[in-house]
Nanobody, 124 residues
C-alpha cells in the first residue's frame, strides 16, 4: 500500500501563489508516476500535472501550463505543486495520486493511490 498526504491548501487572492505538498509513504517503490488532480464543486475530477520519480518527466494540463510547476524530492518521497498567477477558476479540492506505470496518464481511474485532498480557494 501507498499512503499520500497533501498539505498546503488555503485561501489566496487572484494573482497570488500557493505551494502544495504530497508526502508519500509505504511501498513508494511500487509507484512510478505521481500526479495532481483537482475537482471543483459540481464538476468532474480533472488532471492538473504529473511527474515521474525517475527522470522527473513532467506533463501539464493546458489550463495550468506556464503557471503551475510540479516537482519532486526523491529523498523525501514528496511531490510539490507550485501554483502561481492563481485564478478564481483554479478553486477546487486538489488531490495527489500515484500509479505504477511510468508513462503519463490524465485519466483519474488509472491511478491506484489517492490522498485525502486539500482545498484551494482563489478569491477575485
Amino acid at each position: 500500500q501507498v499512503q499520500l498526504v497533501e498539505s498546503g491548501g488555503g485561501l489566496v487572492q487572484a494573482g497570488g501563489s500557493l505551494k502544495l505538498s504530497c508526502a508519500a509513504s509505504g511501498r513508494t517503490f511500487s509507484t512510478n508516476t505521481m500526479a495532481w488532480f483537482r475537482q471543483a464543486p459540481g464538476k468532474e475530477r480533472e488532471f492538473v500535472a504529473s511527474i515521474t520519480w525517475s527522470g522527473g518527466t513532467t506533463y501539464y494540463a493546458d489550463s495550468v501550463k506556464g503557471r503551475f510547476t510540479i516537482s519532486r524530492d526523491n529523498a523525501k518521497t514528496t511531490v510539490y505543486l507550485q501554483m502561481n498567477s492563481l485564478k478564481p477558476e483554479d478553486t477546487a479540492d486538489y488531490y495527489c495520486a500515484a500509479r505504477t506505470y511510468a508513462y503519463r496518464s490524465t485519466r483519474w481511474y488509472e491511478y491506484s493511490y489517492w490522498g485525502q485532498g486539500t482545498q484551494v480557494t482563489v478569491s477575485s
